[in-house]
Structure formats: structure tokens, C-alpha cells
């Protein structure tokens, strides 16, 4: 049966500006890194994809390695694009990067011109798209000069292969140079997506306030701790977790400690006392913050995905409660839960 969107789909969803620019996005995008790679039903990413339009989520983040396999992601969301979203193309905001490692060779990675311009054409074939509303240098490569990263991107936007261009993952200092950078070329660099958590709170340092000044919006990645900021640990750490299978994801046995499942679970009484579900409000208290454009999450079922937008139902934080969410907001030591070796 072919796919009606539903026409109230704008009606529950909030939307804000991005940075100094004329692009809104809504408070939660749906971000694709995992679940909708090959290894996983076509049908459930369906599901997934027309429940989140029909909850007024226009933007769909990708990257050129998302899947397993590398590249499946696109060439899946393609495909479903095709089938039941090109009649709302002009509704949707689809992102793609690249820069880490994609394909054999020296230029299968990295913000080499070569690197950059290759792996957006072959985003576009695999998504089937004559060009993507935004497109990020996805890390920062030290070995390429910051002008020629630069460069690259302004081009993929004269080339009318890009709408809008961003960045992922860059220091506060890194971020100011290649915004200059741009700017020299008469190119807005639109956004930034670090990570951005509770427990990974780097970005309060400076970035944020850099992102204010530089009119640039910021798009959060993993929310929600790798799963640590749900109800998966209060009880401590399942067989089934994440941590246990092969390949173990981000976190790891130090991040599990029973010191940080304390601070867990402190969190989940207030959010427990502010009706929600621990996940409902770390995503509240992300968008607590007005230079936080959006928040990318992630499902794997469409009651996860409506769990996460219920979220959207109490953005509220008294003062009394924000204190005391900074009180455990932190883990062993006082660090956080993620190095910031990735920020360069």
C-alpha cells in the first residue's frame, strides 16, 4: 500500500533555527548509524522511517560507512526514499558525511579534496539524490591542510551537491579556523555534531558558547550514553547488553562501574519524580539548552522511537532540579564518561 503521510505531522513537533540561518530543524532528528544497515529488516527501518516523519521528524542523519556494511545505510534509506518518500523530498532534511574510513587506499578516508568530493558523489548515487541538504566533514584529519578541507566543502556547495555544509567533532579552536576558513570562500558553516550527554559534557567548556558567537546550530550524537542513560542499567549489567556481545560498542567495563550504575539510578528518581523515563529526560535536558538545535536519536523499534518523542512533552527544569541533576551528572573522578580524543 503506498504511504500517506499523516497530515497533522507538523502539529506536536517543535522545530528551531539553525544557527544564523533560514534551516529549522525539529528538537529530535532520527540519526541512522545503526539499524538500518543490511544486517537488519528493511521492513523495520520502513516502519521506523514512516513513524518518524508521521511524528513530524523531517531530518534523517547519515554517513557514507553507516550500515554494516559500509554504505548500506544510504543505499537502504534510498530505496526506501524512493519507494515512499520522494513525493515529500522537499519536506525532508537529509544529512551524510564522510571522513573516516570507507573504502581501500590512502583517499578511502580523511578531508583530502580527493577524499571528500569521491565520497559525496558516491553518497548521492547510493541515496539516489542529486545533492544532500547538509553535508559534514565528519573528523578532522590532521594531516590535510584545514584550507583544503575548507575548500572541498565550499566546493560541494557550489557544485550544488550540498545545501548546507557542517562539521563533527572538532575542538572549539578547530571549529574557529575552519569557519574562517569558509567564510573566506562566502561559504556559512551551518552546524556542528558532537557528542553530548549527561555524562559527556565537553562541549560546555567552550564549544558551546563558540557555536553561539559563530552563529552555527549544534546537533547532539549519542544522547543517551550508549544506552547508559536508560533503564537497560538500573539493575545493573544484563547478559544481553550491548557491552557483552562482539565488537562491545562504546562503552566500556570502567564506564559500568558500580559508582556510575549509582549515579544512574539517582538520576532516574528524578526523572521518576518529573514523570519520565530516564531517557525522556536526558533528551529534556539537552534541549534545556536554546544552542542546542537538535538532539539525533536513535531506534530500533517504533515504541522506542515514540518513547524518545514523548520526551518533547516536558522540556521543563526547575533550578532545583537542574541542581541536583549536576550533582550526579558526573562519574568516577569527576571525568567524563567519553575522552574528548575524537574533539581535535
Not at 140 to 146: F, K, R
Not at 326 to 339: I, Q, S
Request: glycine share 8%.
Amino acid at each position: 500500500m503506498p504511504y500517506l503521510a499523516d497530515p497533522s505531522r507538523y502539529e506536536a513537533m517543535h522545530y528551531r533555527r539553525c544557527g544564523y540561518s533560514g534551516l529549522q530543524l525539529p528538537a529530535l532528528s532520527l540519526g541512522l548509524w545503526h539499524y538500518f544497515g543490511d544486517v537488519d529488516s528493511l521492513d523495520n527501518q520502513r516502519r521506523l522511517l514512516r513513524r518518524a516523519f508521521d511524528l513530524g521528524i523531517i531530518h534523517f542523519d547519515l554517513a557514507n560507512n553507516y550500515g554494516p556494511p559500509p554504505g548500506s545505510a544510504e543505499r537502504n534509506f534510498g530505496r526506501l526514499l524512493e519507494e515512499d518518500f520522494r513525493p515529500y523530498r522537499d519536506e525532508l532534511i537529509i544529512s551524510t558525511k564522510a571522513g573516516y574510513p570507507m573504502w581501500p587506499g590512502p583517499h578511502g578516508q580523511g578531508g583530502s579534496r580527493k577524499s571528500l568530493l569521491a565520497s559525496l558523489d558516491q553518497s548521492l548515487t547510493r541515496l539516489g539524490l542529486d545533492y544532500v541538504d547538509i553535508f559534514y566533514s565528519h573528523c578532522v584529519d590532521p594531516d590535510t591542510p584545514p584550507e583544503e578541507t575548507a575548500g572541498a566543502l565550499a566546493s560541494a556547495v557550489a557544485q550544488g551537491k550540498a545545501l548546507y555544509v557542517g562539521i563533527s567533532s572538532y575542538s572549539a579552536e578547530r571549529t574557529r579556523e575552519i569557519v574562517a576558513l569558509l567564510r573566506e570562500q562566502g561559504v556559512r558553516c551551518l552546524i556542528h555534531q558532537p557528542a553530548y550527554n549527561l555524562f559527556n559534557r565537553w562541549v560546555e567548556e567552550a564549544l558551546l558558547d563558540t557555536l553561539d558567537a559563530e552563529g552555527m546550530g549544534c546537533i547532539a550524537f549519542t544522547p543517551l550514553a550508549q544506552g547508559l542513560l536508560t533503564d537497560k542499567y538500573l539493575d545493573g549489567v544484563p547478559d544481553a547488553a550491548r557491552i557483552n556481545q562482539p565488537g562491545g560498542g562504546s562503552l566500556r567495563p570502567e564506564h559500568l562501574s558500580e559508582e556510575n550504575l549509582a549515579r544512574v539510578r539517582a538520576l532516574n528518581a528524578i526523572a521518576e519524580r518529573r514523570g519520565q523515563t530516564l531517557a525522556q529526560m536526558a533528551l529534556a535536558w539537552l534541549l534545556r539548552d536554546a544552542r542546542v538545535t537538535s538532539v539525533l536519536i536513535g531506534a530500533s523499534r517504533v515504541a522506542q522511537l515514540e518513547d524518545n518523542v514523548a520526551a518533547l512533552d516536558n522540556l521543563a527544569f526547575s533550578s532545583e532540579e537542574l541542581a541536583e541533576i549536576d550533582r550526579h551528572a558526573v562519574t568516577d573522578a569527576g571525568v567524563n564518561l567519553w575522552e574528548k580524543s575524537s574533539h581535535r
